[in-house]
């Protein structure tokens, strides 16, 4: 069994591992935007990247889960392989959908752009 300070310390160290993570992204993406266009920035903490960094997650965990939640679903109901092919499609779609804007316009430039300004 655990106690109350131990949920709470175990919550915090992963909620400061995701935000590390959120935050290397953003930095990621922010930079590697600044370097393309020629300019070095070199200063460390910057709350854009977390902005950044978010969006880009939400982004990515939205597709992610337009494709996993519906197959999963689709499978735990039925035992049937080619019903849950077929009707896995769809999600596959969805997860495209929302991937293609990141393509096309290039998101994460746009994500970068914004935080600059």
């Known amino acids: 069994n655990m106690n109350i300070a131990e949920i709470i310390q175990n919550v915090a160290t992963v909620g400061a591992v995701?935000?590390?993570?959120?935050?290397?992204?953003?930095?990621?993406?922010?930079?590697?935007?600044?370097t393309r266009r020629g300019v070095v920035e070199y200063q460390i903490l910057k709350v854009k990247y977390?902005?950044?960094?978010?969006?880009?997650?939400?982004?990515?965990?939205?597709?992610?889960?337009?494709?996993?939640?519906?197959?999963?679903?689709?499978?735990?109901?039925?035992?049937?392989?080619?019903?849950?092919?077929?009707?896995s499609i769809p999600s596959i779609l969805a997860a495209l959908a929302l991937l293609y804007p990141f393509r096309s316009h290039n998101c994460l430039i746009c994500l970068a752009n914004q935080a600059v300004v």
């Open 18 to 34: 995701i935000l590390g993570i959120v935050y290397i992204i953003g930095g990621l993406i922010v930079n590697l935007n600044l």
């Open 50 to 87: 977390l902005a950044v960094g978010m969006i880009f997650l939400v982004h990515f965990l939205g597709i992610v889960l337009f494709t996993i939640i519906p197959s999963a679903l689709i499978a735990s109901l039925s035992a049937d392989d080619v019903i849950v092919q077929t009707l």
